[in-house]
């Protein structure tokens, strides 16, 4: 039996996971999170086989999520679900400790495969993602540490420094910290170079947000 966990921050999309995989005989649903701090918890209490995890959680971040589980508990095996299908997001998902990769494009069924399959050893990712370079390629986020990559994700989707340093349990200063450090990585002075960086790199829709 294949003991998982889900960690979405929408209950009605936890609940279509439960209810999918309800109908398989060798998997059982022992807990949910939606946040973090939810999600370490469980790990800690339920100590599952494997995780489900989205990646884009409200006022929180999914690849913080991975690596607290990740070092709660290192046989844990994590199975990404997510709506991003950028080589950036899947790079910063395996460096933070995930096993595979799969998008909300895939068929349930795909979904089912990839839980057993990460169960039993092996990486993961949906057919959708299959020529996206595991490594992120050569892009100009390649080299960002996964909290550096999560902290301009939030930074360009239009979140304040403020929220940031809440969502992932900074104080604004080290927030402030961080920016620069990415700014010198990015070769980026300013927040629009680093919306445009962000871009071209697939991290955001350019027209979507704006810099905090």
């Known amino acids: 039996m294949i003991r998982i966990i889900l960690v979405d921050d929408h209950a009605i999309v936890r609940s279509g996971y439960r209810r999918l995989l309800s109908s398989e005989a060798d998997i059982d649903v022992v807990g949910e999170a939606a946040t973090v701090q939810e999600a370490n918890a ?16 409200k006022h929180s971040s999914g690849l913080e999520a991975i690596a607290g589980m990740a070092a709660r508990l290192p046989p844990l095996r994590i199975l ?11 790079a910063q998902a395996l460096k933070a400790g995930a096993h595979g990769y799969l998008t909300k494009c895939s068929e349930p069924e795909e979904v089912v495969d990839g839980i057993r399959a990460v169960m039993r ?8 993602m299959q020529d996206v370079s595991p490594d992120g390629g050569d892009g100009p986020l ?16 239009g979140e304040s420094v403020q929220d940031i340093a809440i969502a992932l349990h900074l104080s604004p200063k080290t ?4 920016l620069t450090t990415i700014r010198q990585k990015l070769g980026a002075d300013n927040d629009f170079k680093l919306m445009h960086l ?13 810099p905090a």
């Open 175 to 178: 927030v402030l910290n961080y």
């Open 42 to 57: 469980l790990v800690q209490r339920v100590r599952p086989d494997v995780a489900l995890v989205d990646l884009s959680l």
């Open 198 to 210: 962000a871009a071209r790199s697939g991290l955001v829709d350019f027209g979507a947000a704006a």
């Open 121 to 128: 050893g092996r990486r993961v990712l949906s057919r959708d």
């Open 142 to 157: 390649h080299d960002l540490k996964p909290r550096e990559f999560e902290l301009l994700r939030l930074l360009v989707q």
């Open 80 to 90: 990404v679900l997510s709506m991003h299908d950028g080589a950036g997001h899947l």
